[in-house]
């Protein structure tokens, strides 16, 4: 199993959209459940969004309605579509792979930086 590659982060105005993808490897994808997780400056990291394999989601109150988490299991990857971006979501945002024997594989992780 190799870690997931996350891409699509970069620098946006307040208001801007912004897609990040995150590309994992190995036969696990399916039956994984995926995750977008977020650390900011001298802040904690904290899950953004997650889907499971059956396609549930569940979304940081502080997105909620601005952020949609999808995945393409024929590609093995995970998307982040991000509107109506602020400045608190500023942070570098990380892909999280969790499988049914419960390891974690962590991808690099992507900067997002919003702009006021």
């Known amino acids: 199993q190799v870690q997931p590659v996350e891409s699509g982060g970069g620098l946006v105005q307040a208001g801007g959209s912004l897609r990040l993808s995150c590309k994992a490897s190995g036969s696990r994808f399916s039956i994984s459940r995926m995750a977008w997780y977020r650390q900011a400056p001298g802040k904690q990291r904290e899950l953004v969004a997650a889907?499971?394999?059956?396609?549930?989601?569940n979304y940081a109150d502080s997105v909620k309605g601005r952020f949609t988490i999808s995945r393409d299991s024929a590609k093995n990857t995970v998307f982040l579509q991000m509107n109506s971006l602020k400045p608190e979501d500023t942070g570098v945002y990380y892909c999280?792979?969790?499988?049914?024997?419960?390891?974690?594989?962590w991808g690099q992780g992507t900067q997002v930086t919003v702009s006021s």
């Open positions: 889907i499971t394999s059956g396609g549930s989601t």
């Open positions: 999280n792979q969790n499988d049914p024997f419960n390891n974690d594989y």
